[in-house]
T-cell receptor, first 113, second 116 residues
């Protein structure tokens, strides 16, 4: 049973480009969370999605960031017109929505030059 | 106010010794959950242990135990018989409320260094 998968593991973008981060939840999981970890910091919640619905986006910056979790395919976190401050590790976690545990993916390390 | 406070930026311990990593939390909810995660230098987040607010006994998982003191709002992680492979960053996290589908709130972490 494969765990949560994220790709790419490392992503380098120049300022102004777009970054697309993908997350495939564990089999049977329909709840996805995105977190961001800035250097030397803990993880900060960004957005919580279920299939085709955004449940809580209270942690998402108002501009340039968007997320989706379509009926088919992975969840996508999209960052438009990236800036240096977007450089961070972005983690996806998934759950069944029933139990308490969230299973984390390996993260995508975004570097903005 | 910080919801999760980890006051120890770094801890040092020798192999085979026990170590306690501190965590205090702040919530007005009666139902909540507390988690500890390990993040080695490779970067992944590894779930270690969970304590529910209504659990009467302290959680244990192998060499990990959670010292849960509800009145003090503390949830310290105890690692017994430290190993070199325990060197990593450790994060305390909380889920507020009784709903399972709730985001986690993380502390800033404690770096543990285990020496031989």
């Amino acid at each position: 049973n494969a765990g949560v998968m994220q790709n790419p593991r490392h992503l380098v973008r120049r300022r102004g480009q777009e970054a697309r981060l993908r997350c495939s939840p564990m089999k049977g999981h329909s709840h996805v969370y995105w977190y961001r970890q800035l250097p030397e910091e803990g993880l900060k919640f960004m957005v919580y999605l279920q299939k085709e619905n955004i449940i809580d986006e209270s942690g998402m910056p108002k501009e340039r960031f968007s997320a989706e979790f379509p009926k088919e395919g992975p969840s996508i976190l999209r960052i438009q017109q990236v800036v240096r401050g977007d450089s961070a590790a972005y983690f996806c976690a998934s759950s069944t929505g029933q139990g308490y545990e969230q299973f984390f993916g390996p993260g995508t390390r975004l570097t903005v030059l | 106010a910080q919801k999760i406070t980890q006051t120890q930026p770094g801890m040092f311990v020798q192999e085979k010794e026990a170590v306690t990593l501190d965590c205090t939390y702040d919530t007005s909810d009666q139902s909540y959950g507390l988690f500890w995660y390990k993040q080695p230098s490779s970067g992944e987040m590894i779930f270690l242990i969970y304590q529910g607010s209504y659990d009467e006994q302290n959680a244990t998982e192998g060499r990990y135990s959670l010292n849960f003191q509800k009145a003090r709002k503390s949830a310290n992680l105890v690692i017994s018989a430290s190993q070199l492979g325990d060197s990593a960053m450790y994060f305390c996290a909380m889920r507020e409320g009784g709903q399972a589908g709730t985001a986690l709130i993380f502390g800033k972490g404690t770096t543990l260094s285990v020496s031989s």
